[in-house]
């Protein structure tokens, strides 16, 4: 039986819990053998085997029933976002950009306070001077863009931009890179025209905006 030997431990041991699921070992709602019984086969104490569990419960391959033991409820986990976002193609990242940034330029449009215009002014301002470098400009692109969606006031909007941002920046460099021109100004003033109509509390003209600027980046690209 293959035993844990590389650190973190719970992580291993989370990995061979998988392996010996999908080889078949227990079957789609069998039940996992107890805490006792899984520590000694991997190598590990049952502090590691219960952290371990919890990872797999959360990855959605096992269920906890209190009093019954722990069952397997997927033979699979789904693809977690981090590799999903890896792999993703500059298209599909501007695509999901424009789901949740057009939602939130029209959430903004309404719920900005003061404070948030003042971030979103200042955030403009730096996009508009940072316009020498690639990486630099894209830094200051993305915290505009932030700006808008903090100032939806929605957590879960806010929490998937954030997720999204290593693969966004990534992705943002490598269009600017393929385009070989960026900063124009054209390009900022749809951003202040956006950041306008968040300030004038037109939702529909911010979603507008935002969409059809999102929209711009694709071309060329499909």
Do not use: C, Y
Request: charged residues 30%.
């Amino acid at each position: 039986m293959a035993q844990v030997r590389r650190m973190p431990l719970a992580d291993q041991a989370a990995e061979l819990l998988l392996e010996r699921i999908r080889s078949g070992e227990w079957r789609l709602g069998g039940k996992l053998p107890g805490e006792t019984t899984l520590a000694p086969q991997l190598g590990v104490g049952r502090s590691t085997v219960r952290e371990a569990i919890r990872q797999l419960v959360g990855r959605g391959v096992l269920a906890s029933r209190q009093g019954a033991g722990v069952f397997v409820t997927s033979l699979d986990p789904p693809e977690d976002w981090d590799a999903v976002l890896r792999r993703a193609d500059i298209l599909s990242v501007i695509e999901a950009r424009i789901a949740i940034e057009t939602e939130a330029a029209a959430l903004a449009a309404h719920r900005r306070t003061p404070a948030d215009l003042r971030a979103i002014r200042r955030a403009l301002a730096d996009r508009e001077a940072r316009r020498s470098d690639i990486e630099d400009h894209v830094d200051a692109d993305m915290s505009f863009h932030r700006s808008v969606v903090a100032a939806a006031h929605n957590a879960i909007l806010t929490e998937l931009f954030d997720g999204f941002t290593p693969r966004l920046r990534q992705a943002m460099v490598e269009m600017l890179r393929i385009h070989a021109e960026f900063g124009s100004d054209a390009d900022h003033d749809a951003h202040a025209r956006l950041a306008d109509a968040i300030a004038g509390r037109d939702a529909v003209a911010a979603a507008d905006r935002s969409r059809a600027h999102l929209l711009s980046l694709t071309e060329g690209l499909a």
